[in-house]
């Protein structure tokens, strides 16, 4: 795929300009923060009886505006601690950010703006959320925002201090899971933050394997990711220790009766593609399509992980 050009996302009409700034809040990565939704809200369901529609759909936009936000951010505070400027070892669309500064699309300020404002309008969102469903609400809402900004801003900078893989996993785990059970039950549920195990440990790995390519400009910037520490081999190990324990999770689970006993087995082929990806993180630069392959398997584990886990659920609450 190629990057994004002026000469694809110029213009200065209304419907140019909406699709240029679409676009920069990098949507194809959505699912990342959409699907604990729907995993809490799914578990939410069974445990209740019962669906309440205006919390869901409240959830879901806050979700994706503020993760929209921090895509955005993240683009500008990359660009100014000097990670994405001279990134030569990324593999678009996956690694070295949305390419929008870089490439003229839109500049730093440009991208700022429209980061913090769709963190305001996430944040208003969330509020009107509260006002519907309670004040716990401000609680998760302020825990995402905070993961999501302090990720990549100065001076906190979290993926640079080899912190970025626990705070996407807690942001895009159990914050969205557990929250999303709330709003359904009005409780807090132990249940809840066992189904988030694998959902976090999946989208911690994605990130995990996204470092891989961005080292060299990641150490360059000074950002001591997890991969800048621990070089490919230790970060190939990590890798697949994490998916391992995301399928014992989930075979635990399915054993204990809190999901189907045929869900558990199907989870743990997700070590398949999980053996490969790991594999390609130590292989040899000049293979980098063996690189992107183990990044899609990766994107893959997460999208039909979670889309098991769900599955099951409603499998179970509708028989």
Do not use: C
């Amino acid at each position: 795929m190629s990057e994004p050009s002026t000469v694809a996302l110029g213009g200065s009409g209304p419907l140019q300009v909406a699709r240029r700034m679409f676009l920069a809040t990098r949507p194809k990565f959505f699912t990342a923060s959409v699907l604990p939704v729907f995993l809490g809200t799914a578990w939410g369901y069974k445990t209740a009886g019962s669906f309440n529609s205006t919390s869901f759909i409240l959830a879901i936009m806050a979700t994706i505006l503020i993760h929209a936000a921090t895509n955005v951010l993240n683009d500008v505070y990359d660009e100014l601690t000097g990670n994405d400027g001279p990134n030569e070892g990324r593999i678009y669309p996956y690694t070295g950010g949305s390419r929008f500064i870089q490439n003229g699309i839109m500049d730093v300020g440009q991208m700022r703006r429209w980061g913090f404002a769709l963190l305001v309008v996430g944040i208003l969102t969330g509020l009107l959320l509260a006002n519907l469903s309670g004040v716990a609400v401000i609680g998760f809402g302020l825990a995402g925002v905070a993961l999501g900004v302090l990720y990549s801003a100065p001076p906190f900078r979290l993926s640079g201090r080899g912190l970025g893989e626990l705070a996407v996993a807690v942001g895009f785990g159990p914050l969205p899971v557990i929250g999303a059970v709330w709003l359904q039950t009005g409780a807090f549920s132990v249940d809840a933050v066992l189904l988030s195990i694998p959902v976090g440990i999946w989208i911690a790995n994605v990130l995990l394997i996204n470092e891989v390519p961005d080292a060299t400009a990641d150490a360059a910037a000074d950002s001591r990711t997890l991969v800048v520490r621990l070089n490919a081999p230790g970060t190939a190990w990590l890798y697949f220790a994490g998916q391992a324990i995301a399928a014992i999770v989930a075979i635990a689970l399915s054993l204990s009766g809190l999901l189907p006993i045929w869900s558990g087995p199907l989870l743990l082929l997700t070590l398949i593609p999980a053996w490969k990806a790991m594999q390609s993180i130590t292989a040899p630069s000049d293979e980098r399509d063996r690189l992107r392959a183990g990044i899609e398997g990766t994107l893959f584990i997460h999208a039909v992980g979670s889309l098991v886990l769900i599955g099951s659920i409603l499998a179970t609450t509708w028989v």
